[in-house]
């Protein structure tokens, strides 16, 4: 899948421009900031965001070249949600409820996905690959680059200390709880505030 993300974002300017939009309402879009008009300062990323539940009504409008785009996009997209219920089974039963119990009270889950590309930034100090933020859905599941680290992690929301999560070694997929998860049980659920950051010679 981090494959196919960044043959699309080699792709020629001007056949990606034709999947371009601002408007953060749209099912399928290639932006570079969650809403261009109205912020004073965009985001150092561009990203290609698909709605994909259910897939037979979205695979249609997804970009057809690379030519597999669809295919695997597909195939990791069916997978993701598996784990993401398989996760959510999991927290449940962490937290002394039936395995079911999350996913009962949160109903048909949407699904989407947002492909991410950092290009290298000459002042990475002075933006921000994305700001510091949590997510509004019940699990984010992250894959990240196997070879440049730079998701950062809140460790303590008192004191505002950031942690820098370092190339994993094996498994690069990373889960985090969203806010309907931290909604849902307030009081057994701790928001995992994040960034990510920008490089000055590399790509991610």
């Not at 295919?71 to 039963?93: D, H, M, N």
């Not at 190339?167 to 928001?191: C, I, M, N, T, Y």
Request: charged letters at 25%; aromatic letters at 10%; glycine letters at 6%.
């Amino acid at each position: 899948m981090a494959m196919i993300g960044l043959e699309f974002f080699r792709l020629p300017a001007e056949e990606k421009m034709s999947l371009y939009s601002d408007d953060p309402a749209k099912k399928m879009r290639l932006s570079t900031s969650f809403n261009v008009q109205k912020e004073k300062v965009h985001n150092w990323r561009d990203y290609l965001r698909l709605h994909c539940y259910p897939l037979e009504e979205y695979v249609p409008g997804w970009p057809s070249n690379p030519p597999s785009f669809r295919e695997v996009a597909s195939t990791y997209c069916k997978e993701i949600r598996l784990l993401g219920f398989r996760l959510l089974g999991l927290i449940s039963l962490s937290l002394g409820l039936e395995e079911g119990y999350i996913e009962r009270v949160l109903g048909e889950q949407e699904q989407h996905m947002a492909i991410n590309y950092y290009p290298p930034c000459p002042e990475p100090e002075l933006t921000f690959g994305l700001p510091a933020h949590t997510d509004p859905n019940a699990l984010t599941v992250l894959l990240q680059d196997q070879d440049v680290p730079g998701l950062q992690i809140l460790k303590d929301g008192r004191i505002k200390q950031w942690q820098i999560q370092e190339r994993l070694a094996q498994s690069r997929s990373k889960f985090k709880q969203g806010e309907d998860v931290h909604r849902l049980l307030p009081l057994s659920v701790q928001l995992c505030g994040h960034q990510p950051t920008i490089e000055a010679h590399f790509r991610k």
